[in-house]
């Protein structure tokens, strides 16, 4: 696809193939941060893969000196892990695609790697385990968790992790306005500004993610515009007088009230309110849409199913050159190119006066590492009206599925930072 194939050009000439990548070296200045942490995870999924590989039933695995051992072998193994000059472009490349390809149509995306292509049901489990794999998008490894914690819930098969993630997606944008899906599709425009050739996302990409969402007027709206690339403010125009039909699209149907609204299965329920007696994966299996621009993006993306092509983080060979340290999970390099500047200038409207240690630390303690997850967070407390609704959004995607102690010094700086912004 144009955005795909336009960024891994850009990467690989400012990445070339003639050495080893560590993990210091992929979390560079010029590496988009979405595509740096799903080469890190990738590392990561290497080493646990060998660890796997290492166990024979020949061996007691459980004895305390073999434990031992195992741990502090692959302790001092996984920092060193890295990319191998001859598996760099393959392994970018795909990277690159993948994250597109997540950004683009989320749903089936994240389905499609949890289960690396396979139609065999998974152990509730490894999906749970998976789910890191991309976290641009909260909402959905949200639904995912709520379906997950369904009680005697033992396998998942892709067409049910598919329905609720799909479901959820488009929950999410019913009712949605321009600065609504400006906001949305903040990570796709960031990854499209690190690519100095693109005058913004290629509008067949724009057209793929509105449909992906069941808001085929605005993918009609997209094409109409017969241009090749779409900025925020070119999206902006061409969303300004969508916001009704846009809302029939999505299926949001009020009576005179507009206190209640009617289901597809013309259930009445209470807006907001009346969800809350129902478990969270069924609020999102129950909406409806068919996913049909799915099978035409896998005609243009890498085919996670071929036989030939084990996944991404098998197509390593064993790494030969001298170890080198892993940074803390939370380096996010001082912002130098196109995208951090724009990821600076964000931090700077939502959070204030930020220090590129300040980021470090809200990246590592906040959202586990999660650079990308950070970023998409920060998209979202920028489009919040009101102090109510960015702490809805910090207890929602920062609190709850990272676990954060509320009173610690580091979430106490940064909802104080956010909340700053609308006392002023």
């Known amino acids: 696809m144009p955005l795909a194939d336009a960024l891994r050009r850009h990467l690989i000439q400012q990445f070339p193939a003639d050495r080893a990548y560590d993990r210091a070296a992929i979390h560079a200045d010029a590496m988009p941060p979405l595509v740096a942490a ?105 639904a995912a968790r709520a379906y997950l914690d369904q009680p005697h819930l033992d396998t998942v098969a892709p067409d049910d992790l598919f329905h609720v993630l799909d479901r959820a997606d488009r929950r999410k944008v019913q009712g949605y306005e321009a600065h609504g899906w400006l906001t949305l599709l903040g990570p796709l425009f960031d990854l499209a500004r690190s690519v100095p050739a693109l005058g913004g996302v290629p509008a ?34 061409a969303l300004g007088s969508e916001d009704g039909e846009q809302k029939a699209e999505n299926g949001e149907r009020r009576t005179e009230d507009g206190g209640r609204t009617t289901g597809e299965d013309g259930e009445h329920v209470a807006a907001g309110a009346a969800d809350a007696s129902v478990p969270l994966w069924q609020r999102f299996a129950r909406e409806g849409g068919d996913g049909s621009v799915n099978a035409r993006f896998e005609d243009r993306t890498p085919d996670l199913a071929a036989p030939a092509d084990p996944p991404l983080w098998q197509q390593f060979s064993a790494p030969d050159a001298e170890p ?68 809805q959004i910090i207890a929602r995607d920062v609190f709850r599925p990272f676990r954060v ?20």
């Open 38 to 142: 799903f080469l890190d995870q990738t590392l990561d999924r290497w080493t646990a893969m060998q660890r796997d590989r290492l166990r024979s039933n020949w061996f007691d695995f459980e004895d305390g000196a073999v434990r031992e051992a195992e741990t502090r072998l692959f302790d001092a193994l996984g920092p060193t892990a890295r990319v191998p000059a001859a598996a760099w472009e393959s392994t970018l490349g795909g990277a690159v695609d993948l994250v597109v390809r997540f950004l683009t149509i989320p749903a089936r995306a994240l389905t499609d790697a949890v289960f690396e292509g396979e139609p065999d049901p998974l152990p509730a489990e490894t999906v749970r385990e998976r789910l890191i794999l991309f976290d641009a998008y909260p909402y959905l490894a949200e």
């Open 204 to 237: 067949s990409v724009l057209r793929d993610f509105f449909e992906a969402k069941g808001a085929d007027a605005l993918a009609e709206r997209v094409g109409e515009r017969g241009v090749p690339e779409l900025d925020e403010a070119a999206l902006r125009d």
């Open 324 to 391: 080198s340290a892993r940074p803390p999970a939370a380096k996010v390099p001082a912002p130098t190119s196109d995208g951090d500047q724009a990821l600076e200038e964000l931090e700077g409207r939502v959070l204030g006066r930020t220090t590129s240690g300040q980021r470090s630390r809200f990246v590592e303690h906040l959202f586990q590492g999660n650079a990308g997850t950070y970023a998409t967070v920060l998209h979202a407390l920028d489009a919040a009206a009101s102090w109510t609704e960015a702490s």
């Open 405 to 424: 102690n509320i009173y610690g010094e580091h979430a106490v700086a940064f909802t104080d930072a956010v909340e700053a912004r609308f006392q002023g």
